[in-house]
């Protein structure tokens, strides 16, 4: 990237943030562990560095740290929170226990506006997270806020270009916090903003080109958009030396295999399409435990996709769509983070198959492969499509898989994602679906008693599925969604709506 700042992460919750708000400003960011060798800092030759925040506390024995030189490269640094106290600690000055610590919204007052706080109000609000206290700057560095609690809300030294902030810029509680980090990138760093859509498509294709030249690749194929746009991206790139591969588990939503069968076909890919849902449901047979589950559809889709692969024995690559969290989820400073759920992915094939990867995403968050996807005039259908696990209905099914259960949950799943699209709702909500429960409830229909299965609706917004809140989809909406349900699709007489949100429950239930 002809522009880069570059994040270390010391175990914020807010370090995918950090990147996130500053791609937004049109520079590229990437997020690094906070040991990164200075070579390493060197050899990415960034613009600027942001150092996250963090649970430790600076004066803890083995707590994260830096090679100092960091410090001395001539590139312009900006400390967040534990990121400033750090600075400041290495830099000679002195941090302690704070006797009144700083959790949410506060006040800070700025003396010094020309520069990081360049057109920000001598008073704002921003939001702190810190226990821990700067009691003395580095000298040649110079306090520039306060807050009531806190003496030393933010530093700076212009001659080195390296500054601090106690509070929290990436969040959206500080309320002109993108204007802060628009500084350091733009008046501090000197920046131009050369991070964009567009830009990304041109240097991607011309990098699939250098890396797979004239050889072949095969691309797994699941209809959702990251997998849409990866095979997008390549085709663009080596046209008919890409073969996809779309594999029809049965475990789809109603009518979804045929629609996304004629819309990759209409997007001209050359296309193989595989039947395999009786496999799948033969393989899954009698199996309630979702973890069992995931990990047989996650083998037989191996096994399908590798023998389907194996007519081409020319490939020398797979293409995947990885992302930018599944990276750096697994350098962060805390290690990977513990399982939730097995994650279903092509991630044994390129052992099994000898194959190289090209992962042409995985630079990016997932509300960027949309606007990629907008570049390469990808259809908004395709694009604004909720996220759908690869398991399928599998896990949207609780307890035992059979043919009966996932035909009243497709068709109550139609009727529901049908509701909100009429209601003008679906793009609102960052992912909707129904849950079949293996719960049966009495009933009164005409005059007959009813003993039937319960649907359970979850719909959430969010940005990017880390954190999700339940979507408010209006009363009389929910009311006419549950009454086509039940009058609509025999065998239930039930429908519940779940109002949880991400932590502590997941978006899916299994």
Known sequence: MSENVLVLDFGSQYTQLIAR????????????????????????????IILSGGPSSVWDEDSPTIDNKVLGLGIPVLGICYGMQLIVQLLGGKVEKSDKREYGPATINTSKTDDLFSEIPAATDVWMSHSDKVLEIPDNFISVAFTD?????????????????????????????????????????????????ESFVESCIRNIRETVGDSKVICALSGGVDSTVTAVLLKEAIGNNLTCVFVDTGLMRLNESEEVVKNYKELELNLIDVDAGKRFLSKLSGVTDPEEKRKIIGEEFINVFDEEAHKFSNAEFLAQGTLYPDVIESVSVKGPSATIKSHHNVGGLPEKMNLKLVEPLR????????????????????????????PGLAIRIIGEITEDSLQILRRADHIFIEELKQGG???????????????????VMGDERTYDN????????????????????????????????????KGVNRVVYDISTKPPSTIEWE
């Open 425 to 443: 709702e679906y793009d609102n909500i960052w992912q909707a679906f129904c849950v079949f429960l293996p719960i049966r409830t009495v009933g």
């Open 363 to 390: 630079e990016l968050f997932k509300d960027e492969v949309r606007e990629v996807g907008r570049a390469l005039k990808v259809s908004g259908g395709l694009l604004n499509r909720h996220p759908f696990p690869g």
């Open 149 to 197: 609690n806190t003496p030393v809300a933010a530093i700076k030294c212009e001659d080195l270009k390296i500054y601090g902030t106690q509070f929290h810029p990436e969040v959206a509680h500080t309320l002109l916090g993108k204007q802060i980090l628009s500084n350091f990138i733009y008046r501090i760093s000197g920046c131009k903003g050369l991070w964009n859509p």
């Open 454 to 489: 319960v649907i359970a609706l979850r719909a959430v917004t969010s940005v990017d599925g880390m954190t999700a809140s339940w979507a408010r989809i209006p009363p009389e909406l929910l009311e006419k969604i549950s009454v086509r349900i039940i009058n609509e699709v």
């Open 21 to 48: 708000r500053v791609r937004e400003l049109g520079v590229y960011s990437e997020i690094k562990p906070f040991n990164t060798s200075i070579d390493e800092i060197k050899e990415l030759s960034p613009n600027a």
